[in-house]
């Protein structure tokens, strides 16, 4: 089974500062991983899908790279709405896992 | 509007069996693979099954392998996730997810979720 590694943990920063996001997979996916955004209370929400593609109506601020085992999300300018856990998310055959999440909060 | 909506949740005793559904609506339904992903209090996300649109293919976690069971039926635009033996473990709010077309592992729309409490 792919295990999916998320740095940091925490990340505390203030609105309008740059989030860069971790995720690494024990082994390689290829292209094949998707980032979530989840708020208290609320489903998880797609952000980007096959490693780089923003899903229908996200903002052009997320940013996906990576393939292979190392992949990162990027959020441009922080707008208050961001503060949130995000969850890295792959399929490898007939098995999907996610990673532990990163909070990115206010500091 | 494209929606999902789970129900079926609930307080059971361990070694219980509980069924969960998810109503589908807004799009067509049949075109679909789905999912079922829970989440324990105060934890990450944890994947449970998966089904092909047609039925034809179905996976699980190995956590729930055995136990539950994950069906649906395209006539009604129903998912269902039958769960047998609950553990202590299985208690967590249960999400259904559509797989997105063209993507081999995202998951683009997700219900509101329903709780499973397993507990004596």
């Known amino acids: 089974e792919i295990v999916l590694t998320q740095s940091p943990a925490t990340l505390s920063l203030s609105p309008g500062e740059r989030a860069t996001l971790s995720c690494r997979a024990s082994?390689?996916?290829?292209?094949?991983l998707a980032w979530y955004q989840q708020k208290p209370g609320q489903a998880p929400r797609l952000l980007i899908y096959?490693?780089?593609n923003r899903a229908t109506g996200i903002p052009a601020r997320f940013s996906g790279s990576g393939s292979g085992t190392d992949f990162t999300l990027t959020i441009s300018s922080l707008e208050p709405e961001d503060f949130a856990v995000y969850y890295c998310?792959?399929?490898?055959?007939?098995?999907?896992?996610f990673g532990p999440g990163t909070k990115v909060d206010i500091k | 509007e494209v929606q999902l909506v789970e129900s079926g949740g609930g307080l059971v005793q361990p070694g219980g069996s509980l069924r969960l559904s998810c109503a589908a609506s807004?799009?067509?339904?049949?075109?679909?693979?789905m999912n079922w992903v829970r989440q324990a209090p105060g934890k990450g996300l944890e994947w449970v099954s998966y089904?092909?649109?047609?039925?034809?293919?179905?996976y699980y976690a190995d956590s729930v392998k055995g136990r539950f069971t994950i069906s649906r039926d395209n006539a009604k635009n129903s998912l269902y996730l039958q769960m047998n033996s609950l553990r202590d473990e299985d208690t967590a709010v249960y999400y259904c997810?559509?797989?997105?077309?063209?993507?081999?592992?995202?998951?683009?729309?997700w219900g509101q979720g329903t709780m499973v409490t397993v507990s004596s």
């Open positions: 997810a559509r797989g997105k077309l063209g993507s081999y592992e995202a998951f683009d729309i």
């Open positions: 807004g799009f067509t339904f049949s075109s679909y693979s």
């Open positions: 089904i092909s649109s047609s039925s034809s293919t179905i």
């Open positions: 082994q390689s996916v290829s292209s094949y």
């Open positions: 096959d490693a780089s």
């Open positions: 998310q792959q399929r490898s055959n007939w098995i999907f896992t």
